[in-house]
Nanobody, 116 residues
Framework: VQLQASGGGLVQPGGSLRLSCAAS????????MNWYRQAPGKQRELVAT???????NYADSVKGRFTISRDNAKNTAYLQMSSLKPEDTAVYYC???????????WGQGTKVTVSS
């Protein structure tokens, strides 16, 4: 399984960005697609999760500002980020957790910088 993340960049505070994560390979059965982020000097943290059935969960720090979604036909997850803050600056990584195989795969990361 391979994951390709895209959509990062430089944005001003209050702005928006949309990240995409396209998964390819042998993906069967239920899975979770996740976005994590890692800011400089900090541990990687889970930002948002979407299940193969469309259920979602968010870190408290992004609730109401970020929306995760997925297109199962394309095996692609999206993270719509709005009202961005400087503290959202990080490298964002997508992850897929295959429930049956209990395996995790990671994308290469995409950098998001929120700065004026």
């Amino acid at each position: 399984v391979q994951l390709q993340a895209s959509g990062g960049g430089l944005v001003q505070p209050g702005g928006s960005l949309r990240l995409s994560c396209a998964a390819s390979g042998r993906i069967f059965g239920g899975n979770l697609m996740n976005w994590y982020r890692q800011a400089p000097g900090k541990q990687r943290e889970l930002v948002a999760t979407v299940t193969s059935g469309g259920g979602t969960n968010y870190a408290d720090s992004v609730k109401g500002r970020f929306t995760i979604s997925r297109d199962n036909a394309k095996n692609t997850a999206y993270l719509q980020m709005s009202s961005l803050k400087p503290e959202d600056t990080a490298v964002y990584y997508c992850n897929i957790h295959l429930l049956l195989e209990r395996l995790d795969y990671w994308g290469q990361g995409t950098k998001v910088t929120v700065s004026s």
